[in-house]
């Protein structure tokens, strides 16, 4: 069975800094997705960015990159210049066709807080 | 805004009654996840519907049931309720297509059992 791993319960970072949010996952699979969702105190579930497995190419959105090694089954988040509203619950989710239907996986996510 | 539309926002109630969360899933999308998320956890998968038929289960317990109705909304039933079930019920939406599917959250629905 799939699973998604965020080793880093809480993190900080100060404003304008860099941070890097790891996640790891298993699994047998060759072609699946990878996202990092964010969860701000509203609640909310946000997508920050998406990679597809069978891209080399690493997924950038503004402020947001991912280090995606596949076969280290690996998928950071790298959030650049942090701002204030950065801060919230992030979450790291695979994603993979399974008997004719999507199978999402969530991680336990990291409470990341950007200090002014 | 996604698109996906849930109430209510908040619930309130006491242990052993039941309640029904509500989820309208956005335009075009036939699919509805439902997750449960406990405080400060993870999001825990419960059931998949896709065009009014079950597709997929996760972790949901007998007292729950969902169904999707014909003009694909979702109703998330949680009955004999515990304390344990206090927690933050999303709904999610996708189309279910061959490419790749995003999913689309609602703002959720807190429930919380005194």
């Known amino acids: 069975a799939q699973t998604v791993t965020q080793s880093q319960p809480e993190m900080s970072v100060q404003e304008a800094e860099t941070v890097t949010l790891s996640c790891t996952y298993d699994?047998?699979?060759?072609?699946?997705?990878l996202f990092w969702y964010k969860q701000p105190p509203s609640r909310q579930m946000i997508l920050v960015i998406r990679?597809?497995?069978?891209?080399?190419q690493n997924a950038t959105e503004n402020r947001f990159s991912v280090n995606f090694q596949k076969a280290a089954k690996s998928f950071s988040l790298k959030i650049s210049d942090s701002q204030l509203g950065d801060t919230a619950m992030y979450f790291c989710?695979?994603?993979?066709?399974?008997?004719?239907?999507?199978?999402?996986?969530f991680g336990t996510g990291t409470r990341l807080k950007v200090l002014a | 805004d996604s698109g996906v539309t849930q109430t209510p926002k908040h619930l309130i109630t006491a242990t052993g009654q039941r309640v029904t969360l509500r989820c309208s899933p956005r335009s075009g999308d036939l699919s509805v996840y439902w997750y449960q998320q406990s405080l400060d956890q993870g999001l825990q998968f419960l059931i998949q519907y896709y065009n009014g038929e079950e597709r997929a289960k996760g972790n949901i317990l007998e007292r729950f049931s969902a169904q999707q109705f014909p003009d694909l909304h979702s109703e998330l039933n949680l009955s004999s309720l515990e304390l344990g079930d206090s927690a933050l019920y999303f709904c999610?939406?996708?189309?279910?297509?061959?490419?790749?599917?995003?999913?689309?959250f609602g703002n959720g629905t807190r429930l919380t059992v005194t």
């Open positions: 699994t047998s699979e060759s072609n699946y997705y």
């Open positions: 990679q597809e497995a069978y891209k080399q």
């Open positions: 989710a695979f994603m993979k066709l399974n008997s004719g239907t999507y199978k999402y996986i």
């Open positions: 999610a939406s996708s189309v279910e297509s061959a490419t790749l599917e995003l999913l689309h």
